[in-house]
């Protein structure tokens, strides 16, 4: 078994993975602000988080997965300023923010079924959990750490040392480059608020302050512990998430607790599209219901966002996606083909050089995923194994189980052949192969003669780059 080791955010080094408990893993991740439609570059941080737990899984371990939503208190800036979102969208829509909240989760579980990633173990909402907040509030006021002003809580960075640690933004740093003191309550520019009272804001509730509402950061501090304890195994998001609401979140859980609260943090880096942020002015944030509305399959749009390492910046393309699906293609294929093949030789035996080939696949995805999760080498591995068992000129009822079981067991990680709409039958493979090799050969006519005999029965070949295809059955 290969050892794990996970790039950690807070030690800026990959550090072996140790669990808090023995068999067991504990797992918090940012869910979404429910105040409009998720799009693919907020999924790409779900994803991260569903690989993760899909290959500790797949490694053994029990893992219990949190993810919260936010329905309050998430803001325009992501500071103390500014208007809540999901009150801005209610306003707008001049409904309740309840109701705006219930209308975006529903869009959230849609998309989130639709790229087959497993469900957490709880969602918390915010609004359910405000009891929580406010005595961990409460806790962080006894011990120093935070003040009262009017109806107004704060935390007082100053009381924190290791505040700035995550994301590498020293006080000092910060200090120097605040320009105005935005709020003349907070004993420092840098404090954060705990609990806000504001009479316009829609959701409110009674407090020890007076009536108000959490501030963002509480929110995710007072829903893991409560979940999963006062010291657990990670914490993921997207590296927009760093500072301040992770850096705000060690400081209030671990000022309340005393206790180290998470071990490893996991952040996802930022999706582009075609070489470009997304943005809505660029017309480029793009849910998976317009995806698949513009053709592009469930399976393939989850293939793409995982298929490149969460530490690195993805450029999302359309090109990206059919290569996606070319890809699925293939493992889909190899798995149809083989049973194929094994219709015509039920023996039960398995010979050295299958058995070597698909331990070497399986060890191969193993160890590339316990390096910090690295995928592009998992699926070499993957394809590797592919183009193995593709080169068998005849396969044994026990190869063709055996085959077929390895590929399973790495989809239970990778989670994108769910999605069969055909099988492709052997004779296809075959035509579609010899096509390819005829084109290469610049025998157009050879090449013209097998895709018109593909077509008569009832398949099509489309062109892909690189000289690759992918097969379809006729509309």
């Given at each position: 078994?290969?050892?794990?080791?996970?790039?950690?955010?807070?030690?800026?080094?990959?550090?072996?993975?140790?669990?808090?408990?023995?068999?067991?893993?504990?797992?918090?991740?940012?869910?979404?602000?429910?105040?409009?439609?998720?799009?693919?570059?907020?999924?790409?941080?779900?994803?991260?988080?569903?690989?993760?737990?899909?290959?500790?899984?797949?490694?053994?371990?029990?893992?219990?997965?949190?993810?919260?939503?936010?329905?309050?208190?998430?803001?325009?800036?992501?500071?103390?300023?500014?208007?809540?979102?999901?009150?801005?969208?209610?306003?707008?829509?001049?409904?309740?923010?309840?109701?705006?909240?219930?209308?975006?989760?529903?869009?959230?579980?849609?998309?989130?079924?639709?790229?087959?990633?497993?469900?957490?173990?709880?969602?918390?909402?915010?609004?359910?959990?405000?009891?929580?907040?406010?005595?961990?509030?409460?806790?962080?006021?006894?011990?120093?750490?935070?003040?009262?002003?009017?109806?107004?809580?704060?935390?007082?960075?100053?009381?924190?040392?290791?505040?700035?640690?995550?994301?590498?933004?020293?006080?000092?740093?910060?200090?120097?480059?605040?320009?105005?003191?935005?709020?003349?309550?907070?004993?420092?520019?840098?404090?954060?608020?705990?609990?806000?009272?504001?009479?316009?804001?829609?959701?409110?509730?009674?407090?020890p302050w007076g009536r108000g509402f959490p501030g963002w950061h509480i929110e995710c501090s007072a829903m893991s512990v409560k979940y999963l304890g006062e010291q657990f195994d990670f914490h993921t998001?997207?590296?927009?998430?760093?500072?301040?609401?992770?850096?705000?979140?060690?400081?209030?859980?671990?000022?309340?607790?005393?206790?180290?609260?998470?071990?490893?943090?996991?952040?996802?880096?930022?999706?582009?599209?075609?070489?470009?942020?997304?943005?809505?002015?660029?017309?480029?944030?793009?849910?998976?219901?317009?995806?698949?509305?513009?053709?592009?399959?469930?399976?393939?749009?989850?293939?793409?966002?995982?298929?490149?390492?969460?530490?690195?910046?993805?450029?999302?393309?359309?090109?990206?996606?059919?290569?996606?699906?070319?890809?699925?293609?293939?493992?889909?294929?190899?798995?149809?083909?083989?049973?194929?093949?094994?219709?015509?030789?039920?023996?039960?035996?398995?010979?050295?050089?299958?058995?070597?080939?698909?331990?070497?696949?399986?060890?191969?995805?193993?160890?590339?995923?316990?390096?910090?999760?690295?995928?592009?080498?998992?699926?070499?591995?993957?394809?590797?194994?592919?183009?193995?068992?593709?080169?068998?000129?005849?396969?044994?009822?026990?190869?063709?189980?055996?085959?077929?079981?390895?590929?399973?067991?790495?989809?239970?990680?990778?989670?994108?052949?769910?999605?069969?709409?055909?099988?492709?039958?052997?004779?296809?493979?075959?035509?579609?192969?010899?096509?390819?090799?005829?084109?290469?050969?610049?025998?157009?006519?050879?090449?013209?003669?097998?895709?018109?005999?593909?077509?008569?029965?009832?398949?099509?070949?489309?062109?892909?780059?690189?000289?690759?295809?992918?097969?379809?059955?006729?509309?």
């Amino acid at each position: 078994m290969s050892e794990i080791r996970f790039y950690n955010t807070f030690s800026k080094k990959i550090e072996p993975f140790e669990p808090v408990e023995p068999g067991k893993v504990k797992l918090y991740s940012c869910g979404p602000t429910v105040y409009s439609h998720p799009h693919i570059g907020n999924f790409r941080s779900f994803l991260m988080a569903d690989l993760l737990k899909r290959f500790l899984e797949f490694k053994g371990y029990t893992v219990n997965h949190i993810m919260n939503i936010t329905d309050v208190g998430h803001l325009l800036d992501d500071a103390d300023e500014g208007a809540d979102k999901l009150e801005e969208v209610a306003r707008k829509e001049k409904k309740d923010p309840l109701e705006i909240a219930a209308y975006y989760i529903d869009s959230f579980n849609t998309a989130s079924e639709m790229l087959n990633i497993k469900p957490a173990d709880s969602y918390p909402r915010a609004t359910e959990h405000i009891n929580e907040m406010i005595e961990m509030v409460q806790t962080l006021i006894d011990k120093g750490h935070a003040y009262v002003v009017g109806s107004n809580v704060y935390y007082d960075v100053t009381t924190f040392a290791d505040y700035g640690k995550l994301s590498g933004n020293t006080l000092d740093d910060l200090n120097a480059g605040a320009r105005i003191e935005v709020n003349d309550e907070k004993r420092s520019p840098q404090d954060f608020a705990l609990w806000k009272h504001d009479p316009k804001h829609i959701q409110q509730w009674d407090s020890p302050w007076g009536r108000g509402f959490p501030g963002w950061h509480i929110e995710c501090s007072a829903m893991s512990v409560k979940y999963l304890g006062e010291q657990f195994d990670f914490h993921t998001g997207g590296e927009d998430n760093i500072f301040p609401h992770h850096e705000c979140e060690i400081a209030q859980s671990e000022g309340a607790s005393g206790k180290k609260w998470v071990k490893y943090w996991m952040h996802g880096r930022f999706l582009m599209f075609d070489g470009e942020k997304m943005s809505k002015s660029k017309g480029n944030l793009y849910t998976i219901q317009e995806l698949v509305e513009k053709g592009f399959k469930k399976n393939a749009i989850r293939y793409a966002l995982i298929s490149s390492h969460y530490r690195q910046n993805y450029n999302f393309t359309f090109d990206g996606l059919k290569a996606a699906e070319q890809a699925i293609d293939k493992i889909s294929q190899c798995v149809f083909t083989v049973k194929e093949k094994a219709k015509t030789n039920p023996a039960m035996t398995i010979r050295d050089e299958v058995t070597a080939f698909i331990e070497k696949g399986i060890n191969g995805f193993d160890e590339a995923l316990s390096d910090d999760l690295n995928i592009s080498k998992a699926l070499a591995a993957v394809f590797e194994l592919v183009k193995d068992a593709n080169k068998l000129t005849d396969v044994t009822a026990a190869e063709a189980a055996a085959i077929v079981e390895a590929i399973e067991k790495i989809d239970s990680v990778l989670g994108v052949l769910q999605e069969t709409d055909e099988q492709i039958p052997a004779e296809i493979t075959e035509l579609a192969e010899q096509r390819k090799q005829a084109k290469l050969s610049k025998d157009w006519a050879t090449a013209d003669q097998i895709r018109d005999k593909v077509t008569a029965m009832g398949f099509t070949i489309e062109d892909m780059p690189g000289h690759e295809y992918r097969i379809k059955k006729a509309e």
